[in-house]
T-cell receptor, first 113, second 111 residues
């Protein structure tokens, strides 16, 4: 069965600092990979996705993620964090774009001045 | 283009009451899903429908039923609500190259 691990439950970064959120997955083949963001009391917004091709994926809001097959990882990065980035971030995998997502438990990001 | 819509936004139930959560999408997606979100647990799949007329159980289906009414609509029913079903419920839809669009969620409190 597919599984997704987000090792960090909570991360605090200073505004303007760089950010990396970790995601590891367990699956027999290369799955479709996703990062979602959820602000408090809100729904989920897709930040970026990887299906195939270039392993460095650009998303919205200045985020990017890199797929590393050898490490079964899909880490999310941002060079300079803004206070508005404070939210919960979920990594997810799927067999295809037409099958259910399996989510990690999420990483809560706090941003301090 | 409203995307994925859910009703109601909030609901309070007493133990044993029943209710139906409604979900509709206007993106012509084949697949639709119901997830529940609980603190520290991420999102867990309750049921999904790969196409009109088909439904399958997910990770946590007990206590729920679903109906794929047509391509647009996918409802989730709680026949006899329990406090353990207090959660935030998200509906989503997707297609081959258009993954995981989520609705705004329904917050359910079962007393």
């Amino acid at each position: 069965a597919q599984s997704v691990t987000q090792p960090d439950i909570h991360i605090t970064v200073s505004e303007g600092a760089s950010l990396e959120l970790r995601c590891n997955y367990s699956y027999g083949a290369t799955p479709y990979l996703f990062w979602y963001v959820q602000s408090p009391g809100q729904g989920l917004q897709l930040l970026l996705k990887y299906f195939s091709g270039d392993t460095l994926v650009q998303g919205i809001k200045g985020f990017e993620a890199e797929f590393k097959r050898s490490q079964s990882s899909f880490n999310l990065r941002k060079p300079s964090v803004h206070w508005s980035d404070a939210a919960e971030y979920f990594c997810a995998v799927a067999l295809s774009g037409n099958t259910p997502l399996v989510f990690g438990k999420g990483t809560r990001l706090s941003v301090i001045a | 283009n409203a995307g994925v819509t859910q009703t109601p936004k909030f609901q309070v139930l007493k133990t044993g009451q029943s209710m139906t959560l409604q979900c509709a999408q206007d993106m012509n997606h084949n697949s639709m899903y119901w997830y529940r979100q609980d603190p520290g647990m991420g999102l867990r799949l309750i049921y999904y429908s790969a196409s009109e007329g088909t439904t399958d159980k997910g990770e946590v289906p007990n206590g729920y039923n679903v109906s794929r009414l047509n391509k647009r609509e996918f409802s989730l029913r709680l026949e006899s609500a329990a406090p353990s079903q207090t959660s935030v419920y998200f509906c989503a839809s997707s297609d081959w190259d258009r993954p995981g669009y989520f609705g705004p969620g329904t917050r359910l409190l079962v007393l």
